[in-house]
Each structure stands twice: as structure tokens, then as C-alpha cells.
């Protein structure tokens, strides 16, 4: 990879591509940080950090926790693209259109990415407000035509900021290197890998101040220090599991037939149909999570507080709510089933066994042992059957790891690290002072080093798969411009 990153760079054109879209990332990065007027978003954490709104920030590179203008991030982008993927499956006449019209793609695309974030951008400003989390200085007025004012200006400022990144992305893809959604999704994901350094220093400095109560100073270090090798650990041993298991494939072999075209012969050569074992990427994650967050999701825009137990819920929602949140039991063995039926799900609909079969026909080639046609079909959807049951496998652990790993491990290693601390032991026991220095509450402080610290294998799963396409895309480029046979 270094190699290739070296070659790209001593060739000019592509030299300029890349300080394109270096440029381009610098302008996303600097809209990340232009705040939304009229929102306070300090309880953020406090009121979303066990939500699916949490993994939207990890995606978002943390815009959403600090409503910023690109809070939205490339989620309209994707969502719009999914629809448009599902729509075209749907009704074949769209499909056949998009196909003869690559153009319409894009466009329908684009439409369908504004009104999504219309959409969302309304839901997050009913949101803000029920949760209170617009100004005081605004809510203080209550008059209905600043309202209105403030909503207005909240939902365009997201909206606009959706369409920025949109545009932003087809940029990299008209005057970069391609892969221009990926490409910011993953400086995203990167980009909160810095954050969670400082708060793994953070919390072994805050065991360094001593224990309070329960554990010892000694220990307490300790334990910091132990979690934060830990940390490191999983998460070199996760890259290269995923590394390997996005690499693997499994090959059919193939025979081409002789055949005679003219004067010269065809064929008589041996190749390989390669199934990769992931070949839906994290597409049937990102499936399975927005089915089993829309209803929570809803609730929560609706004003649904997430209560800590059965115990304290006033109402039936808040039972929902409760009852569907990320750190009970539901919530991972629903998302491991429904990411096993959308791998299945987008396997077929984007590896069609009957063409691959059609075209092996058209030139000549056939699988040792097993008829051209039907069998030929038949025998590889056979295998892919059995190859997408063990990706499936692989994206449903994947997913749900830092789910269950959060609140059985992560979280109860930070809280006890954090209470044993002398001055946030006793910032805790006062809660106005505790807030009024630290501008978020003891459980929101512990949910954001909790959520912190999730760095999950999905987003491993998108910086590796986007790490790989791109320096692919370099290659191809390289070895475009490097190849003589046409002077």
C-alpha cells in the first residue's frame, strides 16, 4: 500500500487528484465544526449515548453530538441510495431505465437525498425541543413566531449542510479518485480515533489521582492501564480479522473451450469464479440497524425518555423504548437475525447466478463436471448459499461485539474508574456543581467514555473496505498511465 501511495504521488495527475481530495476533506472537516444557531447540544451524550442516535455520530465524525451544520452527515446520501437500489429491484421498468439512462441515477438519487433530509432535519429539531435542547434565551421568549423562526432556520441549516456533503462527495468522484461518500464516511470514522486516545490518557490519568472509595490507588491504575492495553489489543486483532476475512473468497474453477475465430484459436485455458465471502459489505448492517432504530428513533423525536429501568417508566412508550434500547437483550439477537436475512437478501438481488451462468455459456466456459445452463446455475448459487452464510455470520458478530461488550465490560470499567476518582466522587454527590463545571452530568460523562470506547467492528469493517477500494482505484489508475502496449 505505502509502495502505491509513493508511485501515485510521483505522478502529476494523480499527484493532483489526491491534493484534491485532501482539499475538499479540509473544507468537510472545517463544516463539522460550524455550529447550528440556537441549539445547545451539551446533553447530548446524556439523553442518546445507548441510542442508535450514538452510532450516527460515530458516522457523522461526532457532528451530530455537537449539532453541528453537517450533522446529518452522508446518512440521506446512503438512505437515498439504498431506496433507489430496492426501488429498481421493485418495479423492473425502473430498473431497466436506470440501466439505459446512468445519468437518471444520480438524479433520482440526488432528489431523493434532499427530501430525506428534510425529513430528518425536521425529526432532530422536534427532537432539540423535547428535549430541551435549544437555547434558554430562545425558549425563553415562548413566542410563537420565534419558534417558528428557530425551527425553520435549525431544519434548513441541517438540510443545506446534507446537501453540501452531497456535493461534496461528487466532487471527489468527478475531480478525484472516486469513492467520494466513502471516502468522507471513512475520514469520519478516522477522525474520532484521535478522541479516543486523549480519553483512554484521560481515564489513566483519573486512576492516577487516587481512589476514593472501594479500590485502591494501586489497583485502580492498574485496571486504567490493563483496559487500555485491552483496548489497543481487540482492536489490532479485530483490523486483521477483518482484513483476512474481507480478502477471502472462495474459486470456482473454469474451463473455456477451444474455438476457432478466423485464422486463430480461442479458448483451451483454465480460470477461477471468485465468491468473496463478504461481498455485501456492510450493507445488510446498515439494513438491520435502521429497521430495528426507526421505532426507537420515532420515539425519541416524539419526546420518549430511555429510563434506566422497568421500575422508573411512567408510560407505555417508555417501556418500548426501554424494552428496544442497544444494551438489552432484544436489541442484539434481533439485529443478528435480521442482518443474517438481509445479507441473504442483498446477495440475491445484486449476484445473479442465472447471467454469471449465461454468460459462462456465451464464451465457451463451463465448471468441471457439471452441464452448462441450469446446472451450472443451480451449482453456483449452491455455493453461494453456503459462502454468504458464513459472511452473514461474520457481519452479525461483527455488529453485535461492541453491543454486548459495552454494557457487560466497557461500562462498568469506566464507572468504577470515574467514581473511585476523589474530585468526581465528589462532584458526583452534588449534581448542580458537578454540571455546572463539567457542562454534562456523572451518567453523561460515563456514557461518553463508554460510547468512546465501542469503536466497533462495523466501522473497522468500513475504514478497511474503503482503505482497499481506494488503493485499488490507485492501481487501476497507475497502471492505466504505465501501460505501453497501445504506443
Not at 440521506?76 to 439505459?100: N, R
Not at 471513512?186 to 483512554?200: D, H, M, R, T
Not at 461488550?405 to 454527590?429: D, F, G, H, M, Q
Request: with cysteine; aromatic share 12%.
Amino acid at each position: 500500500m505505502l509502495q502505491t501511495l509513493k508511485n501515485a504521488w510521483r505522478t502529476p495527475d494523480i499527484r493532483r487528484k489526491l491534493i484534491f481530495v485532501v482539499f475538499i476533506l479540509l473544507l468537510y472537516r472545517i463544516g463539522t465544526v460550524i455550529p447550528v444557531p440556537f441549539v445547545d447540544a451539551t446533553q447530548f451524550s446524556a439523553n442518546f449515548g445507548n441510542t442508535f442516535l450514538a452510532y450516527m455520530d460515530i458516522l457523522s465524525g461526532g457532528s451530530l453530538s455537537q449539532a453541528t451544520l453537517f450533522a446529518l452527515g452522508i446518512s440521506p446520501y446512503i438512505t437515498a441510495s439504498i431506496i433507489i437500489q430496492l426501488l429498481a429491484v421493485a418495479f423492473p421498468k425502473l430498473g431497466d431505465k436506470i440501466k439505459e439512462d446512468k445519468t437518471l441515477n444520480e438524479k433520482l438519487t440526488r432528489y431523493f437525498t434532499v427530501g430525506l433530509a428534510l425529513i430528518s432535519g425536521l425529526g432532530y429539531y422536534l427532537m432539540l425541543k423535547n428535549y430541551g435542547m435549544i437555547a434558554t434565551n430562545i425558549t425563553a421568549m415562548n413566542s410563537p413566531a420565534v419558534n417558528w423562526l428557530v425551527g425553520i432556520v435549525i431544519v434548513a441549516c441541517y438540510c443545506a449542510g446534507a446537501s453540501i456533503v452531497m456535493w461534496l462527495g461528487e466532487k471527489i468522484n468527478e475531480n478525484g479518485i472516486g469513492n467520494g461518500i466513502s471516502i468522507i464516511l471513512f475520514a469520519n470514522i478516522v477522525s474520532q480515533i484521535p478522541s479516543i486516545i486523549i480519553k483512554l490518557g484521560q481515564l489513566i490519568g483519573y486512576a492516577f489521582q487516587g481512589s476514593a472509595a472501594g479500590w485502591s490507588k494501586f489497583w485502580l491504575a492498574l485496571l486504567a492501564i490493563g483496559f487500555a492495553l485491552c483496548v489497543v489489543a481487540v482492536s489490532v486483532l479485530l483490523t486483521v480479522f477483518v482484513i483476512f476475512v474481507t480478502g477471502s473468497e472462495r474459486r470456482i474453477p473454469i474451463q473455456y473451450a477451444k474455438r476457432v475465430v478466423g485464422r486463430k484459436m480461442y479458448g483451451g485455458q483454465n480460470t477461477t469464479l471468485p465468491i468473496k465471502l463478504n461481498m455485501t459489505g456492510v450493507m445488510p448492517i446498515i439494513f438491520a440497524s435502521s429497521i430495528m432504530s426507526l421505532l426507537p428513533t420515532i420515539l425519541s423525536f416524539a419526546g420518549v425518555t430511555t429510563r434506566a429501568s422497568y421500575d422508573t417508566c411512567e408510560t407505555f412508550w417508555e417501556r418500548v423504548q426501554l424494552f428496544l434500547s442497544s444494551d438489552r437483550w432484544f436489541y442484539p439477537v434481533c439485529l443478528f437475525v435480521l442482518i443474517i436475512l438481509f445479507t441473504y437478501f442483498y446477495t440475491s438481488i445484486s449476484f445473479d447466478t442465472v447471467e454469471i451462468s449465461n454468460n459462462l455459456k456465451k464464451n465457451g466456459g463451463a465448471i468441471p463436471g457439471i452441464r452448462q445452463g441450469q446446472p451450472t446455475a443451480d451449482f453456483i448459487r449452491g455455493v453461494t448459499k453456503k459462502v454468504t452464510l458464513v459472511g452473514a455470520l461474520f457481519l452479525g458478530v461483527i455488529a453485535i461485539l461492541p453491543i454486548v461488550l459495552s454494557p457487560l465490560v466497557i461500562k462498568p470499567i469506566v464507572e468504577t474508574i470515574l467514581r473511585n476518582n476523589p474530585y468526581l466522587a465528589a462532584a458526583e454527590a452534588n449534581p448542580e456543581l458537578y454540571y455546572a463545571y463539567f457542562g454534562i452530568s456523572f451518567s453523561g460523562t460515563v456514557s461518553t467514555y463508554t460510547r468512546a470506547f465501542a469503536f466497533g467492528g462495523t466501522s473497522l469493517l468500513i475504514v478497511i473496505g474503503v482503505a482497499q477500494e481506494t488503493f485499488r482505484e490507485l492501481e487501476a489508475q497507475l497502471s492505466m498511465r504505465n501501460y505501453k502496449g497501445f504506443l
